[in-house]
């Protein structure tokens, strides 16, 4: 009997990504040389000592900063042979973002928080998906509530809602539990983690939390601009370990 081989896509491809601000000799490396992937229906957490240079790799990766040399591919797509415009749509179209602050609208309801970017591409959202996509997140009921008639965590869903409306290849998420109390920032890490076991959705996070780091499926370790280590099936207690390691060298 032959067996089939099961093939797992990069959906994400850095090669010696480098990034350096400011001009010799006061030149400051934040990158130097990274190269790793980020399969495909899989959830990584990024994580280093501050200054490590774990949210410049988020940047750089997502498009939203340029590297100074390496490159980024996404989908096969190399970022650095695309125009400004390109990646532009790249990012709208192929992406999707979740950070710290939840970057909503005050004026708008979650329903329209979450069809904004659709509709800023030109298409017209079916209002049957909006509600799905919230209903996902737990905010079915909550569609017609403006940012401030909804909680920090549920802030933080419909933020979440709006990144993943647009059916993106990668979710990239900068520090999401942050500005949440513990118990808003578990359900926000429950939720990601639904959405790679339930949905095949690709997340990569950066976080300086242990125990948020514990429900990726893998930990990338940065540390001055180097990828320094990686952690297969994370709990708090090897994370903390390990960048406790970090910080102290």
Known sequence: MTETATVTTDAVRLIDLSRV????????????????????????AIMGPSGSGKSTLLQCTAGLDQPTGGKVLIGGADLG???????????RDRLGFVFQSFNLIASLTAAQNVALPIRLSGRRPPRAWIREVLTLVGL??????????????????????RAIAAQPEVIFADEPTGALDSKSGREVLALLRRLVDERGDTVVMVTHDPFAASHADRVLFLSDGLLVDELRQPSSRTVAARLAELEAA
């Not at 000799?25 to 495909?40: I, K, Q, W, Y």
């Not at 042979?81 to 990012?91: C, G, I, Q």
């Not at 965590?153 to 419909?158: E, I, L």
């Open 140 to 161: 079915g009921e909550r569609m017609g509530h403006r940012p401030a008639e909804l909680s920090g965590g549920q802030q933080q869903r419909v933020a979440i809602a």
């Open 81 to 91: 042979e695309l125009n400004e415009r390109r990646r532009t749509e790249l990012r």
């Open 21 to 44: 601000y400011g001009e010799a000799p006061n030149e400051v490396a934040a990158l130097r040389g990274v190269s790793t992937t980020f399969p495909a229906r899989s959830f990584t």
